[in-house]
């Protein structure tokens, strides 16, 4: 199986499968001397780890990291070696009995059929390498990123719209999503979105949802035209997100609906000599290359497949059945999701500044 690495100068490799004795990730091309600890992983991922609310998959996992190598402590703390650095996370609450029913048969919305179809075999147990497990090592990578970027790119993502219930756009807060167990960037909309996904979890069933993200911080000249486009970088990272299934990037699909001229951002001079923005239709992104506004995206999530109602499929044998998942999901998987959209876009946004500075110094 290829395809495992994503990044060019600061690359990440995962490996590892959802009901395996551990998952991991080796994250290449960090430069040397940035303090990097376990510490300083656990606090995001415990964000994303299962088990946080009754509205995530009760599957008990401490996701605890341990960093194997590219860090060494000199007595003044550990810092990394500019090796690559390995970062293990032992599973610890896998049940994959529950998972025996569908051995042969195929999960509607799930990657079986196509994994048989391509590899010829499949790990059944909780999805194999295609769970939404892989993406703790997503966010593990994405502090190491994190640091490289420093403080000055703040990155922050939050959930924007749950089914058809959507917050406006000038009422979005990314301050209040870590408040709340819905991810939620509105401490307003919780009480009504907890009863609404109540009623979808307790049905059985789930929902989908999108999250907004917003990168601040970001120069101008990151990124690169035609084929290394900072936005298409972004998208195609985004997409690579289990049950992402669409990117928009500043106005998006709305653009669409625009004249040229509304959609156009108009720009005057500002009193430092710098180009002001009068709008962010583009997202912060011009011709593939930042323009030091606010980098924007939206992303949307389909609801979780694993559902308890049951649904027609059919068998590796050719035999049509019904199928329903039993085991420990998420009624929304884009609340976990959120944390994992912060990561990639740190990633990226990690990558395209060591090629920039590669490039022109």
């Known amino acids: 199986m290829s395809h495992n690495t994503f990044g060019h100068l600061f690359r990440v490799t995962t490996w590892g499968e959802s009901h395996g004795p551990a998952i991991g990730c080796v994250v290449d091309g960090c430069p040397p001397l940035i303090p990097l600890s376990e510490a300083d992983l656990q606090p995001w991922l415990d964000r994303r780890k299962p088990g946080g609310s009754r509205f995530v998959t009760q599957r008990r996992e401490s996701d605890t990291a341990r960093i194997l190598s590219g860090v060494f ?32 048969a195929f999960r509607p919305g799930h990657a079986d059929y196509t994994y048989q179809a391509k590899y010829g075999v499949r790990d059944h147990r909780g999805g194999g390498r295609s769970s939404a497990r892989e993406t703790a090592l997503r966010v593990a990578a994405g502090v190491v990123a994190r640091k490289v970027l420093g403080e000055t790119v703040r990155i922050r993502a939050g959930v924007v719209q749950l089914g058809s219930h959507r917050i406006a756009p000038e009422a979005v807060d990314f301050d209040a999503v870590y408040d709340n167990p819905l991810f939620a960037a509105s401490a307003d909309v919780v009480p009504a979105w907890e009863a609404y996904l109540d009623g979808v979890r307790k049905a059985g069933s789930s929902i989908g949802a999108v999250v907004a993200l917003e990168a601040t911080g970001v120069p101008a000249g990151w990124g690169a035209p035609v084929y290394g486009k900072l936005d298409a970088e972004l998208a195609a990272a985004m997409m690579s997100i289990n049950a992402v299934k669409g990117v928009e990037i500043g106005a998006g699909f709305g653009a669409a609906e625009l004249a040229g001229e509304a959609n156009a951002d108009a720009m005057r001079l500002g009193e430092d000599g710098r180009p002001v923005f009068l709008t962010n239709h583009a997202g912060g992104v011009l011709g593939g290359i930042s323009t030091g506004q606010p980098l924007t995206a939206r992303v949307a999530f389909k609801p979780t497949s694993s559902i308890l109602t049951p649904g027609q499929t059919i068998t590796r044998d050719g035999i049509e059945t019904e199928v329903s998942t039993r085991g420990r999901h998420d009624p929304c998987v884009a609340l976990r999701g959120v944390p994992v959209v912060e990561a990639m876009a740190a990633c990226v946004l990690a990558d395209a500044m060591l090629r920039h500075r590669a490039q022109v110094g």
Do not use: F, H, L
Not at 77 to 101: C, H, L, M, W
């Open 73 to 104: 402590d000199d007595g003044d703390g550990p810092v990394t070696t500019g090796a690559p650095i390995a970062i293990q996370i032992d599973n610890e609450d896998a049940r994959s009995k529950d998972y025996g029913d569908i051995a042969r």
